[in-house]
């Protein structure tokens, strides 16, 4: 046990109220780019999540993800319910700060990771079969994964891999979840043939303007106290992102003639993603590598990947998350430095030492592996139990706000996609 710093502790409720804002952030960003008969819906994938990942997270999620190890894949219940997770810090994770802000501060980020895996399957998912899934997933995916990386005993941290703030956890899990629901999922109707072009362009640039804002809690707030490192992450942090903003624009003028405002926008979120698990990691020159490679990668994904294999990741939940967080575990494992961060037990390959890489690789082999087979028993599941987990043709036509949530964004415009 240590004492509370009362500067760490206001530090990290301002950080852990910044991530949760990415999700409303998230919601107006996936909302933007889809049809405007289902933004509402699309907006709710989301935001239910804020409910359903909170209560499940104060009930197991804690404990199952930071409790007392089980093989090396999942905690114990010692703090089911938050019992004994005190206001006294717990040395094992954030010595500065009470215990109880550790919890909440990694709960945001379980409410975030699942609802990123919302954009591969809006357009088309049953509500309440997506409200299954999302709860499955949580239990049967991101605790064991956040376990492994970052609790105590886990079996990717006992191997040395490092991921600051959620490349493997967050991203790669919930960019390879999204990429194996939505092929099992199925193709929206009409996908390939007709235009699904995004609605309000304005509502996605807001989005990934507030996700770039709470992005800072995110990983500047990873550093769990208010010195050094969380500058260092927030300079990474901002550093990648601008750059992977200009390296889309560049992509674009190079292959379309012209940039744009939803390629500007997603080269902003790309750029935060790959930095994600090396924010506190990397020297902030390699944050400008790290920023510059992710466009010209993710746009190869988005433009070339995905229509030569035909998937229906709607709003490129793989694309942007999946590809972006693998670039970003192989380019920690290329760049730390454990001068930065003693944290990393060797520095990256960059460095001359290839443990750590090597780390890196095997750590992102089993996330990716890891995400596969667990969504695609619990896709297995929902399909047994709701039978239909999609939504009739006919529903699909009309839009899922109308015909899931019975009310419609834009009443004057009914009727029209």
Known sequence: MGNVNTGDTAFMLVSTAL????????????GGMVKRKNVLSTIMASFFIAGLASVLWVA??????????????????????????????????????????????????????????????????????????????????YYPMAHMMWGVGGLLRNLGAIDFAGGNVVHI??????????????????????????????????????????????????ALGSGELAVHALLTTNTSAAMALISWMLVEKITRGKPTMLGAATGAVVGLVAI???????????????????????????SIIKPKFGYDDALDAFGCHGIGGIWGGIATGLFAKTSINSAAQWDGLVFGDTRLFVAQIISVAVTIAFSVVGTAIIMFVVKVIMKEIRVAPREESEGLDITQHGESAYP??????
């Not at 991530?19 to 996936?30: E, H, Q, R």
């Not at 810090?89 to 700060?97: K, M, R």
Request: charged fraction near 5%; aromatic fraction near 16%; proline fraction near 5%.
């Open 173 to 222: 899990s919930s960019g390879i979840s999204g990429l194996v629901a939505a092929i099992i999922l199925g193709k929206r109707k009409g996908y390939g043939m007709t235009s699904h072009q995004p609605h309000n362009i304005p509502l996605v640039f807001i989005g990934a303007a507030v996700l770039w804002f709470g992005w800072f809690g995110f990983n500047a707030g990873s």
């Open 19 to 30: 991530v949760f804002f990415m999700t409303p952030g998230l919601a107006l960003f996936y």
């Open 276 to 302: 994600t698990p090396g924010a506190g990691f990397v020297p902030i020159w390699a944050s400008l590598i790290i920023g510059a490679v992710v466009s010209p990668i993710c746009y190869f994904a988005m």
């Open 412 to 417: 004057s415009f009914t009727g029209m996609d």
């Open 60 to 141: 197991v999620g804690y404990s199952l993800s930071f409790g007392k190890d089980i093989g090396g894949v999942i905690g114990n219940l010692d703090w089911a319910f938050f019992r004994n997770v005190s206001g006294q810090p717990n040395a094992d994770y954030a010595g500065t700060i009470p215990h109880t802000l550790f919890a909440a501060f990694q709960m945001m980020f379980a409410i975030i990771t699942p609802a990123l895996i919302t954009g591969a399957l809006v357009e088309r998912m049953k509500f309440s079969s997506l409200v299954l899934f999302i709860g499955l997933w949580s239990l049967i995916v």
